[in-house]
Nanobody, 117 residues
Framework: QVQLVESGGGLVQPGESLRLSCVAS?????????VRWHRQAPGNQRELVVG????????NYADSVKGRFTISRDNSKNTAYLEMNSLKPEDTAVYYC?????????WGQGTLVTVSS
């Protein structure tokens, strides 16, 4: 069984930063997985924020987070990260980690990020 566990969410003020982590465990070859971060704000559909290739060499960002968010991964730790800077109230959402591994699709339970003054 494969598990993805996100952590690092919380309440911050506009302009502040957070770092989310996603740790994979179980029968997974993490270094063969594409990893994506999605988010879902209340009343909205889930949206793709960023994805990173299995080696970490390539990342693609949504326009709304370009220049503010940075995705990275450490395959030796089965972990992906999302560094979020200059946070805005509109970044408030539940953030989900998603690993796509040899056509298998895994999701974490999500971590809540609230940006409010």
């Amino acid at each position: 069984q494969v598990q993805l566990v996100e952590s690092g969410g919380g309440l911050v003020q506009p302009g502040e930063s957070l770092r989310l982590s996603c740790v994979a465990s179980g029968r997974i070859s993490f270094n063969q997985c594409i990893v994506r971060w999605h988010r879902q704000a209340p009343g909205n559909q889930r949206e793709l924020v960023v994805g990173i290739s299995n080696t970490g060499s390539t990342a693609n960002y949504a326009d709304s987070v370009k220049g503010r968010f940075t995705i990275s991964r450490d395959n030796s730790k089965n972990t992906a990260y999302l560094e979020m800077n200059s946070l805005k109230p509109e970044d408030t959402a539940v953030y989900y980690c998603n690993a796509i591994c040899n056509f298998m699709n895994y999701w974490g339970q999500g971590t809540l990020v609230t940006v409010s003054s």
